[in-house]
């Protein structure tokens, strides 16, 4: 190799290793800025206000603990923890995150957040972000499934835009492949590792049918069936999917829970379901079939404790993903539906009728 040659690969390389290093410091400063107790002076019952309005729901019906963790995942996966998620419309017109497919009616526990962001705008009027109320009320929800409460880091501010077609590139599919799902978590700063642990949040919640029936009828040229999973664990998901005859059928299908036998608690049964081939989605089952992950299934299977420490670590993590912070970043909406009414929206487009 010619020696400029060389020269100009080793200083690419140096700016390359630079650039990573300044990013990850500026993630990690970001993420810093984020402070347990952050409310202490300015609304000290903050975090008890949405604990009451989690466990209200939570005594009724113990299925919205796995909504709200959803809801939080999907809303940090997705332009990170800002809230975007809570948006019913934004000032530009464009469909929100919450029409988009992967949200839609799926979406569970937005009422309980209502609720929660109602009684602190009474107590204290415009301070408690709608984004920290979903990291709280995901804290408060694994705490209610039987997950040791942990300490949230808060200080978070609401974002304004709110983007449908942000979705589909940010939250992980069914059908995706280990190396999918290694890939997108990766984008937002989680490793393998973390991604199996996360991935534990399916011991609780569910699917609908349409999500897995493409695993349980005409699977491929040669197996009715996904091989991955149990025959009879397949025979049994046939009787509650039976095959729709209409696309009207397919929105009457009922959720299937991804962990039957303890389905609204935060445990390990989930993995130790993998290993029989008992994985729901095809996602989950893949974990099985990669050397790497499936070593930390097998781990997580024989230690609950360790899991569940690692799985509250991951939750703090998830809420530090690029949100907000400071005074000039974002605002604290008042109503978790929609952006100030003095929003300050930039804007470049063309006015109809005339041209800016
Ligand atoms: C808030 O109070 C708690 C408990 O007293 C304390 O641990 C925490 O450091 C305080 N946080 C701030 C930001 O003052
Ligand atoms: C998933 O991975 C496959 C091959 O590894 C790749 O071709 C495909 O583009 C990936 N899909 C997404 C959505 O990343
Ligand atoms: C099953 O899948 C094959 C392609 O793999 C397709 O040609 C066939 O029509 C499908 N059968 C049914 C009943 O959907």
């Known amino acids: 190799m010619n020696k400029d040659v060389l020269t100009v690969l080793v200083f690419l390389l140096v700016v390359a290793i630079a650039r990573h290093a300044t990013a990850s410091v500026e993630l990690r400063e970001t993420a810093s800025r984020l402070r347990v107790g952050y409310y202490n002076s300015t609304c000290p019952k903050a975090e008890e206000i949405v ?7 939570h005594a009724v019906d113990p299925t919205i603990a796995a909504g709200l963790i959803r809801l939080y995942f999907h809303d940090c996966f997705v332009r990170g923890c800002d809230a975007s998620i809570l948006l019913d419309e934004t000032p530009s017109g464009d469909p ?58 808060a200080g978070r501010r609401d974002g304004v835009v709110s983007l449908a077609s942000d979705v589909p590139s940010g939250l992980p ?25 996360l991935a534990g949040a399916h011991s609780v919640g569910g699917a ?30 046939r009787t509650l999917c039976p095959l729709p005859a209409t696309l009207a059928d397919v929105a009457k299908q009922p959720k ?33 079939r990669d050397r790497r992950a499936r070593a930390i299934v097998q781990r997580m299977a024989q230690d609950p404790r360790k899991w569940a420490r690692k799985f509250a670590k991951a939750m703090v993590k998830l ?12 605002q604290i909406r008042t109503d978790c539906r929609f952006v100030n009414a003095d929003t300050d929206i930039p804007f470049f487009g063309i006015i109809p009728g005339g041209i800016l």
Do not use: W
């Open 96 to 153: 929100v995150e919450k029409s988009s497919s992967a949200n839609g009616f799926t979406l569970r526990g937005l009422d309980v957040i209502d609720a929660a962001k109602s009684a602190l705008e009474s107590a204290c009027p415009a301070t408690v972000s709608c984004a920290d109320v979903l990291a709280f009320a995901a804290r408060d929800a694994a705490a209610l499934a039987g997950l040791r409460r942990y300490a949230v880091p």
């Open 319 to 330: 809420g530090e993903v690029e949100v907000l912070v400071g005074d000039k970043e974002g």
């Open 173 to 197: 599919s069914p059908a995706y492949s280990v190396d999918n799902m290694t890939a997108l978590f990766a984008r937002k700063g989680f490793s393998p590792a973390e991604m199996v642990v």
């Open 208 to 237: 609908h049918c349409v999500a897995f029936s493409n695993r349980l009828y005409n699977f491929s040229a040669t197996a009715e069936q996904d091989p991955a999973m149990d025959a009879t664990y397949a025979a049994h998901l």
């Open 51 to 57: 604990r009451e309005a989690v466990t209200a729901r």
């Open 256 to 288: 299937v829970d991804f962990d039957p036998r303890t389905a609204t608690t935060l445990d390990t049964s989930y993995y130790v379901g993998l290993q029989t081939g008992r994985g729901l989605l095809a996602s989950d089952q893949a974990l099985m």
